[in-house]
């Protein structure tokens, strides 16, 4: 039977909790979105960079009340609703983002929610593995047309409606997602930078950040804040999204930017914690040139992880002691919140290797990340 389609409507009632102010942009300059403005195919896409977070998303909903899912999306993304809705136009749906399989099915944080539904239509009834099936709790919808002009948040939330067209967007310069505002690096250009704006980002390429007034480096925070007015033509591949630039200049920031004032309920953020690494624990005949990757559950502080990385051989000749510790270096992923250890030579044949992480790497927030060791054997 052909899905079709539905939307709905939360009550009165629900609308009257959301407040809108208008706040001066001296504000908005200090404060990064609490909130994603993305498509469900980024979502199943990047699900790692969108776990535990905020998100908004313009997406077809089917299913039931009980067993919503958003529709067409190459990965099931389930709904788990903060109150009965019903049906509505030109909605945007508001909620936290999860994946199931980088949870524990007895986390206390999910108490209140019966996973077991969803479990049996994705998975028959099994846990899932991580980026397989999705979750979006406490969601809501609200009626949010598009606006009549272009910008980065509506550019964000339906890219298909902008492709291939010229537009002309302003928003404030964050180099080279050094803020973490988008989930992927786009390498098309050593310029390419993100733009930024309420609770949305795309990145720019084409055109060197530099004009009339201004030369702005995509590696430097000190030149990050700075408004920008980029025309140029919307471009998409697969769920990545961009502006293709043909024109740059400096822009005012608006003095006045409304935006809607949240204040979510959510689960208290665990620490951060290693949820997958290549090689996986006890591999054995790992590629002796092959670099060890760690990936987190969380954003890390790039700045706590110098010189608490080591690497170390366990095993030794019979009568001798192990190999000196090989020379690496080890380089923090913002856009996959992953560690990258990179050898300067290949690692001795046959050896088993250590990786520790050792006490005092946090979160952005302060919270720290417990002790972790990993150990492989390499091979020929």
């Known amino acids: 039977m052909k899905k079709t389609p539905v939307f709905f409507l939360l009550p009165s009632a629900f609308f009257l909790s959301f407040a809108f102010f208008l706040l001066p942009s001296s504000f908005l300059l200090s404060q990064s979105p609490g909130r994603i403005a993305t498509t469900a195919d980024a979502l199943a896409a990047t699900p790692v960079f969108f776990h535990g977070r905020q998100i908004v998303v313009r997406q077809p909903i089917t299913g039931s009340i009980e067993l919503a899912r958003l529709d067409g999306t190459a990965k099931p993304i389930f709904i788990f609703w903060k109150e009965r809705p019903a049906a509505i136009r030109d909605p945007e749906l508001r909620g936290e983002f999860w994946d199931l399989g980088r949870l524990q099915r007895d986390d206390p944080r999910f108490s209140n929610y019966d996973f077991e539904r969803v479990l049996e239509a994705a998975s028959s009834g099994q846990w899932p593995a991580r980026d397989r099936v999705f979750v979006i709790l406490s969601a809501t919808l609200s009626e949010a047309p598009l606006p009549p002009a272009p910008t980065i948040r509506a550019i964000a939330l339906a890219p298909d409606r902008y492709l291939e067209r010229e537009v002309r967007v302003v928003g404030r310069f964050r180099g080279r997602n050094l803020y973490g505002d988008v989930a992927q690096p786009l390498n098309k250009d050593k310029w390419d930078f993100v733009l930024q704006s309420a609770d949305a980002a795309l990145w720019v390429t084409g055109m060197r950040p530099r004009g009339n007034g201004f030369d702005l480096d995509p590696g ?161």
């Open 220 to 380: 430097a925070r000190v030149d990050t804040g700075k408004w920008l007015e980029v025309t140029g033509v919307v471009q998409r591949q697969g769920a990545q999204v961009w502006i293709d630039a043909s024109a740059i200049r400096q822009a005012s920031a608006p003095s006045d930017v409304p935006i809607e004032v949240v204040v979510p309920v959510r689960p208290a953020e665990p620490p951060p914690s290693v949820i997958f690494s290549a090689p996986v624990p006890d591999e054995e005949d790992v590629g002796r040139g092959a670099p060890v990757r760690i990936q987190f559950s969380r954003d890390l502080a790039a700045a706590s992880i110098a010189n608490r990385v080591r690497v170390s051989y366990t095993t030794a000749p019979a009568g001798g002691a192990p190999p000196p510790p090989p020379a690496f270096t080890a380089t923090y992923q913002e856009s996959s919140r992953s560690i990258e250890i990179k050898f300067a030579q290949p690692l001795e044949r046959f050896h088993v290797v250590r990786v520790e992480l050792i006490e005092g790497i946090t979160a952005n927030d302060g919270q720290p990340l417990a002790p972790w060791t990993l150990t492989f054997t390499t091979g020929s």
